[in-house]
Structures are given as C-alpha cells and as structure tokens.
C-alpha cells in the first residue's frame, strides 16, 4: 500500500541546503498528506521538499548531539 503521509523538509536560512552544521536548528519539518506535500514543493512556498524517514530521524540524533554540547 502506498504511503499517505510523507515528510517534508526545507531550510529557510539557505534553501535546499541541509549539511551545514550551523543550519542544523534552523531546518524545518512537517509530516503531512501526501497530496498536501505535493501542493508544498510544486507551489511558489520556496524551499519545501519531500525527505524520507531516515533523513528526519538522522536529523533528530544531530539535534540531539547538538544541544548536548551547549
């Protein structure tokens, strides 16, 4: 079964740029409808684009390692 709902992903310091180290909290993320997600990165809302789950969870154990050594 496909999937309906996806995450998206976007970074509104320097669009569609996600390895730089000091733009790691700045990164923005929204699980949403597939068709809402398609709507996100076809319309003029700059920088939105589908990730995949793997990219949201490494996220998320940066942030963590992020904030631990602050």
């Given amino acids: 079964m496909?999937?309906?709902h996806v995450?998206?992903?976007?970074n509104p310091i320097h669009p569609y740029t996600y390895n730089r180290p000091e733009d790691l909290p700045?990164?923005?993320?929204?699980?949403v409808k597939l068709?809402?997600?398609?709507?996100?990165?076809?319309s003029k809302q700059i920088g939105w684009e589908r990730a995949k789950k793997h990219e949201y969870e490494d996220?998320?154990?940066?942030m963590?390692?992020?904030k631990e050594e602050l």
Avoid: D, E, L
């Avoid at 068709?35 to 076809?42: D, E, L, R």
């Fill in 2 to 4: 496909p999937p309906t």
């Fill in 7 to 10: 995450w998206v992903k976007r």
């Fill in 26 to 31: 700045y990164i923005q993320w929204k699980y």
């Fill in 35 to 42: 068709s809402t997600a398609y709507n996100m990165y076809t």
């Fill in 59 to 62: 996220w998320c154990k940066k």
């Fill in 64 to 66: 963590k390692k992020f």
